[in-house]
T-cell receptor, first 116, second 111 residues
C-alpha cells in the first residue's frame, strides 16, 4: 500500500541553525500538508500546498518557515533559524483532493526535531 | 477559531467491551471530520472520514457518527481488543480551509 515517507526520523540541531525536513507524498496525490505536534500537545496545522503554491497557512507558519516541492516527488519544510520552541514532531501528509472534495489525508511517520 | 475537544482524555476498558469516544467542535462550518489513531512515537493512521453531509460511516468494528448542527461526533468501537490500545484523535476540516485536531483520547484495552 502506498505511504507517505519522511526523512530523517530524528534531527538534532542547534538554536539558530537552518533545518530542512523532507517528505515524499503518495505519488498520485495533489495536496500536501505539514503539521507539528509539540510533546504532550495537540497536532497543529502549519500549511497546505497545491499546484506549487501555498493554499493555506496558520498563524504558526511565519517568515521562519518555508515549503517547497523541488522536484516531482519531494516536499520539504525549511525552518530558517531554529528556536528552542520549534522542538516538536513534524508530520507531513498528502491527499488526492482538497478539503472541499473530502479526501482523506494520509500522514507520514513524522520527524522528531530537537533544538538545543 | 475552531476548538475541538475530546472526552474522555483517557479510558481503560477490559477486552471485549464496546466503547464510545466523543469529539465536539465549536464551529459547525466544516467540510468533513476525520478520526485517526496514533500509536506512541508514530504517525497518524486514518480510520474514518465523514463528509459534512453524512451522518455516519462504518469500517469493520468501527462506527463514526456526525451531528454537525450540535458540533458532535462519536467513534464507536465494538468488541475491543488489546491491539486497539492507542490514542484516538478527531480532526475537522473547516470551510476556512484549516484542519483542527482534538486533544485526543488515550485508550487502553486490558487483556
Amino acid at each position: 500500500e502506498p505511504e507517505v515517507t519522511q526523512t530523517p526520523s530524528h534531527q538534532v540541531t542547534q538554536m539558530g541553525q537552518e533545518v530542512i525536513l523532507r517528505c515524499v507524498p503518495i505519488s498520485n496525490h495533489l495536496y500536501f500538508y505539514w503539521y507539528r505536534q509539540i510533546l504532550g500537545q495537540k497536532v497543529e496545522f502549519l500549511v497546505s500546498f497545491y499546484n506549487n503554491e501555498i493554499s493555506e497557512k496558520s498563524e504558526i507558519f511565519d517568515d521562519q518557515f518555508s515549503v517547497e516541492r523541488p522536484d516531482g516527488s519531494n516536499f520539504t519544510l525549511k525552518i530558517r533559524s531554529t528556536k528552542l520552541e520549534d522542538s516538536a514532531m513534524y508530520f507531513c501528509a498528502s491527499s488526492e483532493g482538497g478539503a472541499g472534495e473530502s479526501y482523506e489525508q494520509y500522514f507520514g511517520p513524522g520527524t522528531r526535531l530537537t533544538v538545543t | 477559531k475552531q476548538e475541538v475537544t475530546q472526552i474522555p482524555a483517557a479510558l481503560s476498558v477490559p477486552e471485549g467491551e464496546n466503547l464510545v469516544l466523543n469529539c465536539s467542535f465549536t464551529d459547525s462550518a466544516i467540510y468533513n471530520l476525520q478520526w485517526f489513531r496514533q500509536d506512541p512515537g508514530k504517525g497518524l493512521t486514518s480510520l474514518l472520514l465523514i463528509q459534512s453531509s453524512q451522518r455516519e460511516q462504518t469500517s469493520g468494528r468501527l462506527n463514526a457518527s456526525l451531528d454537525k448542527s450540535s458540533g458532535r461526533s462519536t467513534l464507536y468501537i465494538a468488541a475491543s481488543q488489546p491491539g486497539d490500545s492507542a490514542t484516538y484523535l478527531c480532526a475537522v476540516w473547516n470551510t476556512g480551509n484549516q484542519f483542527y485536531f482534538g486533544t485526543g483520547t488515550s485508550l487502553t484495552v486490558i487483556p
